[in-house]
């Protein structure tokens, strides 16, 4: 979610991992998410780039740092309306899936233009937005499983857009 922590030891150790696959590449642009753990993500990838709020997690809200278990015991109704409508139910003092999905197609389409090469330094829940947008359907959301330090590759040629990888390492 949106809490904004640091990363764990397991989490460094993974970005290390991944950095050794980030030096093969090269990049045009760099977006990160201004949550603390990305900012961290990027330090220890050696790379800085320009902050946008658009790429930022999930705002579970009332739900934050709760396990699903917590959440159904605490408020049994807003859980129950959460499961009828997952895509477009607001978590109390938060937002929906929706409204993560939305603001990352528009990060998307502001910011990757064709034949750009970018890194996003992102969440989870933005990054399997973005493997929706490809398909234009925010349905898919639970058909993707993205790994820490994972390397995802989104590609737009000629105004067609297409999954290059998931959880690659080159």
């Not at 705002?59 to 159904?72: D, S």
């Not at 937002?95 to 502001?110: I, M």
Request: glycine letters at 6%.
């Amino acid at each position: 979610g949106s809490l904004d922590t640091s990363l764990s030891q397991v989490g460094k150790k993974q970005i290390l991992e991944t950095k050794k696959q980030i030096e093969k590449l090269s990049f045009e642009n760099i977006y990160i998410s201004p949550l603390k753990r990305t900012v961290e993500t990027a330090e220890i990838l050696g790379v800085e780039g320009n902050f946008d709020e658009r790429i930022k997690e999930i705002n579970f809200g009332l739900f934050q740092g709760k396990t699903y278990e917590e959440i159904k015991k605490l408020y049994p109704e807003e859980t129950a309306y959460w499961t009828k409508d997952y895509i477009n139910y607001k978590m109390p003092e938060g937002e929906s899936l929706l409204d993560l999905y939305n603001r990352t197609v528009d990060f998307l389409n502001d910011r990757i233009e064709e034949d750009k090469d970018a890194l996003v330094v992102t969440h989870e829940g933005v990054i399997i937005c973005a493997l929706c947008w490809i398909f234009d359907n925010v349905e898919h959301f639970y058909r993707f499983k993205v790994k820490n330090g994972g390397i995802t590759v989104i590609a737009v040629e000629n105004n067609y857009k297409y999954i290059k990888g998931i959880n690659n390492m080159f």
